[in-house]
């Protein structure tokens, strides 16, 4: 029975390396959220971005989407991100948020309308060189079972430890991994250290600082954060944001007060837009939403002092 055990044992071991090995696999592709359903036009040509500090200007007409033709998401949406100027998009769960940002990469593509960066629509440029063009935060960060230095230098394969510690400085999680028992070389992901929601959003902001797109997408995580850690990525993305064309997928209303232009969609339509003092004045669904979140936020404040004093 010895003799078999060895044997069996080490089957074992390569299944399990092997179905790991899968298992990174997906999330590499999840990472890459690789979508087989677009494909280059064959006489697709690189985007071209413009020169300066300001540069990567979006335009949204008219777009209409829909997963499923049944049932339309995006219902003729027309709006503009000037280069270098931050959008937040708020509005109520299944609005359609998300589903922009995902056009936007191309993830997608649209039924009507267009949307162009520079001038450029996205189904006439390479995939490629518009999503080297595009840094997307997105809600859940995908880490790598590797490295935390492994995990931010993937935004930029060839940048030296001095770059990545800078990165991860302006994505404010530096403090952080320094405490950490390995610091850098602190294994993460399924089979290492587990990081909360908002510590791997800033890995994530941490990478896209090292890639430095002119482009920005923010995809907020949907989950709570505690007022800390929102305070710190807040303050992370508005070095990362500055100068770079943004575009903010807002489910929390405290982190679009600076934004240059707050759209509030409702049912695949925008229902309002204006700035945060503008909008709180036209006492509508903004106002409505900023009331009942500043009411929770100060429910749970409430209840934590409760519990803290207990
Ligand atoms: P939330 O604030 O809850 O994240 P959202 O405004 O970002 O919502 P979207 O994720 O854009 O909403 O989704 C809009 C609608 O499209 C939802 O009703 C959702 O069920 C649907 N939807 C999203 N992704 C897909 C998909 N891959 N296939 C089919 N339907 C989808």
Redesign the pocket.
Known sequence: LMQLAVPLNFIGFVYREIRQGLTDIEQMFDLLEVEAEVVDRPDAKDLVIGQGPEKGAIAFRDVQFS??PA?P?LKGISFDVPAGKTVAIV??????????S?LLYRFYDIQGGSITIDGQDVRNVTQKSLRSAIGMVP?DTVLFNDTVVYNIRYGRPGASDTEVQAAAEIAQIDRFIKALPDGYETKVGERGLKLSGGEKQRVAIARTVLKSPPILIL?EA?SALDTTTEHEIQSALDLVSKNRTTLV?A?RLSTVINADEIIV?RD?QIAERGTHSGLLQQEGLYASMWNRQREATEAEEQLKKVREND
């Open positions: 997963y499923d049932r998401i509005g109520p769960s299944g609005a359609g948020k998300s589903t922009i995902r809600q995809d949907t997928i489910h969609l695949g």
